[in-house]
Nanobody
Framework: QVQLVESGGGLVQPGGSLRLSCAAS????????IGWFRQAPGKEREGVSC????????YYADSVKGRFTISRDNAKNLVYLQMNSLKSEDTAVYYC????????????????????WGQGTQVTVSS
């Protein structure tokens, strides 16, 4: 079974940047859609971004649009989330998730649509 592992989290000051990575133990080609979710303490899980294998199309939540960029390197079995202009409200545990059949679109992301998950990486934005 292909597993997903996130890395790249940490502590950053407001306005700073971080790049998260999601590594697949098998191949990212096994997943058509790979997405990023986040969950802050006391809050519901939020779908942040997603990218499709077939056409490279992407989806972003309004809360991160213009600041975050998702990309995938299938040769390296990696998916990245570049996060710029970070705000305190971006503080959360970030998870990557994949599904072999899902096509993520502008209708939003639902965690129930993804079949494989990573263990999460903490992102803290604080001065």
């Amino acid at each position: 079974q292909v597993q997903l592992v996130e890395s790249g989290g940490g502590l950053v000051q407001p306005g700073g940047s971080l790049r998260l990575s999601c590594a697949a133990s098998g191949s990212t080609l096994d997943y058509h859609a790979i997405g990023w979710f986040r969950q802050a303490p006391g809050k519901e899980r939020e779908g942040v971004s997603c990218i499709n294998r077939s056409d490279g199309s992407t989806y972003y939540a309004d809360s991160v649009k213009g600041r975050f960029t998702i990309s995938r390197d299938n040769a390296k079995n990696l998916v990245y989330l570049q996060m710029n202009s970070l705000k305190s409200e971006d503080t959360a545990v970030y998870y990557c998730a994949g599904d072999p059949d899902l096509y993520c679109s502008g209708d939003g992301l639902s965690g129930e649509d993804f079949t494989s998950w990573g263990q999460g990486t903490q992102v803290t934005v604080s001065s």
